[in-house]
């Protein structure tokens, strides 16, 4: 069962501008993660945030977690044309190896 | 070598036929995963395998048969499909506590 909400659903933008991707979830986690997929794809892990951590960063991802309100936030800045694609939540409630729910996903349009 | 590997990238199938999806990490991973996909939908959870143990089943249906034949390797054996079955299919392994590493995934056509 899919334990993550995202919105929006999908997003379009110019090159230049910050995206922000929300993630809603519902039950206590280990993790949550956000992943990348071009058309259909594999998926690429962009980022890990644990659940006693607020913020994080990664280039030009900035990702923050709430826990008291069960949800998250993927900001891109100065976005680029190669960041079309789906984006999705996934968190991971475990003790032992990670057990994956994605959210629905967030489909990102960058446009030149 | 950090990279999951899935072949063949594509497949068609009869609903009579017989086939299998492979897998291959070698970054030492004790857990490995299959996932199911349909368009537009996020990844499904279908098997995990830890330690080359069967840990969890996601209420597969039987025509879809994993193996672990040992650390490195993954398989997804197929038989008797429906149409709606066709999906991409995603391989993914993991150290503990940590990111999931994703294949490129086969996609996956029923006739």
């Known amino acids: 069962s899919q334990q993550g909400e995202e919105d929006p659903q999908a997003l379009s933008i110019q090159e230049g501008e910050n995206a922000t991707m929300n993630c809603s979830y519902k039950?206590?986690?280990?993790?949550l993660q956000w992943y990348r997929q071009n058309s259909g794809r594999g998926l690429v892990h962009l980022i890990l945030i644990r659940s006693n951590e607020r913020e994080k960063h990664s280039g030009r991802l900035r990702v923050t977690l709430d826990t008291s309100k069960k949800s998250s936030s993927l900001l891109i800045t100065a976005s680029r044309a190669a960041d079309t694609a789906s984006y999705f939540c996934?968190?991971?409630?475990?003790?032992?190896?990670?057990?994956?729910?994605f959210g629905k996903g967030t489909m990102l349009l960058v446009s030149p | 070598d950090t990279e999951v590997t899935q072949t063949p990238k594509h497949l068609v199938m009869g609903m009579t036929n017989k086939k299998s999806l492979k897998c291959e990490q070698h970054?030492?991973?004790?857990?490995m995963y299959w996932y199911k996909q349909k368009a537009k939908k996020p990844p499904e959870l279908m098997f995990v395998?830890?330690?080359?143990?069967?840990?969890i089943n996601e209420s597969v249906p039987s025509r879809f048969s994993p193996e672990c034949p040992n650390s490195s390797l993954l398989n997804l054996h197929l038989h008797a499909l429906q149409p709606e079955d066709s999906a991409l299919y995603l391989c993914a392994s993991t150290p503990p506590h940590n990111e999931q590493f994703f294949g490129p995934g086969t996609r996956l056509t029923v006739l």
């Open positions: 039950t206590s986690i280990n993790n």
């Open positions: 970054m030492g991973h004790r857990a």
């Open positions: 395998y830890s330690y080359e143990k069967l840990s």
């Open positions: 996934a968190t991971d409630a475990g003790s032992g190896y990670s057990t994956l729910t």
